[in-house]
């Protein structure tokens, strides 16, 4: 079962609109850290963000902001007032104590902000 | 220091042969990653060390990988014998002790296999 799901392949939108990222998760643990990425076309993975499950107080950073809810798992990113620079891939991550904390990533969501 | 770095960033080898790439973490960082990530896909696990203990293993990585972080500081990964399926982009990462810290990516070893 897919323990990270980005259900959104690819979105497209024009410049300055928001776009809400969806990060769905799946883990039996109770301590368990959440992260967002982002991969620009250059190829490195840019930290975005690190939640742990016992902070669901939602984060505001600029244009950026997190949704965490741990009612229905979900962890989503919303960029407001988008710009063509953030066109890139973005995926969600998971870290367990059962995994060892290592990173599970979802399939990533690529976006793209039209001029 | 200018973060995780990567050589080299393209590699085009011929099927069969022998590869190494090498990963220069974060200088005070103890904990390096391997990753391999595929054309629409996120990161898979490879491997990780702690200074210069290799404490796990994907089932991924087969007996034809290898990776070695002899001083704890600097990390090489070898594939022998290339197969075409390992193309891919190959990523280290590195991460202070704890689990709630965040990693560091490097740019990438981007592989190809003809």
């Known amino acids: 079962a897919q323990k990270v799901t980005q259900a959104q392949t690819e979105i497209s939108v024009v410049e300055k609109e928001d776009v809400t990222l969806d990060c769905v998760y799946e883990t039996r643990d109770t301590t368990y850290y959440l992260f967002w990425y982002k991969q620009p076309p250059s190829g490195e993975l840019v930290f975005l963000i690190r939640r742990n499950s016992f902070d669901e107080q939602n984060e505001i950073s600029g244009r950026y902001s997190w949704n965490f809810q741990k009612s229905t798992s979900s962890f989503n990113f919303t960029i407001t007032a988008s710009q063509v620079v953030d066109s890139a891939v973005y995926f969600c991550a998971l870290s367990e104590a059962r995994s060892n904390y290592q990173l599970i990533w979802g399939a990533g969501t690529k976006l793209i902000i039209k001029p | 220091d200018t973060g995780v770095s990567q050589d080299p960033r393209h590699k085009i080898t011929k099927r069969g042969q022998n590869v190494t790439f090498r990963c220069d973490p974060i200088?005070?960082?103890?904990?390096l990653y391997w990753y391999r990530q595929t054309l629409g896909q996120g990161p898979e696990f490879l491997t990780y060390?702690?200074?210069?203990?290799?404490?796990?293993k994907s089932r991924l990585l087969s007996d034809r990988f290898s990776a070695e972080r002899p001083k704890g500081s600097f990390s090489t990964l070898e594939i022998q014998r290339t197969e075409q399926g390992d193309s891919a982009m190959y990523l280290c990462?590195?991460?202070?002790?704890?689990?709630?810290?965040?990693?560091?990516f490097g740019s990438g070893t981007r592989l190809t296999v003809v």
């Open positions: 200088s005070e960082h103890n904990r």
């Open positions: 060390f702690q200074n210069e203990a290799q404490l796990e």
């Open positions: 990462a590195s991460s202070l002790p704890g689990k709630q810290q965040g990693y560091t």
